[in-house]
């Protein structure tokens, strides 16, 4: 079983159900600097609430959250 990674919009995160990602609540995500998207990650099937969004593997994630975008400490 592989983890995946979605960003979503700020907006969105009333829609997540902590019970289907890894997450235990809103105080437990992870923000883009801006404060405008977050990140959630889940293990196994899709939750319906992310169904096409763009789903990462973690290599993939990592290259974005160490950009400027995700990272205060980035060059």
Same mark, same amino acid.
């Given at each position: 079983m592989s983890r995946k990674y979605v960003i979503i919009e700020v907006s969105?995160? $009333?829609s997540v159900?902590?019970?289907? !990602?890894?997450?235990?609540?809103e105080k437990t995500l992870?923000?883009?600097?801006d404060g405008t998207?977050?990140?959630v990650k889940f293990d196994g099937?899709? $939750?319906s609430f992310l169904a096409g969004n !763009?789903?990462?593997n973690y290599s993939e994630i990592s290259?974005?959250?160490n950009g400027e975008e995700w990272s205060t400490?980035?060059?």
């Open positions: 969105d995160v $009333p159900n902590f019970d289907e !990602v890894l997450q235990t609540s992870r923000h883009s600097t998207k977050t990140l099937a899709t $939750p !763009v789903q990462y290259n974005i959250l400490d980035s060059v």
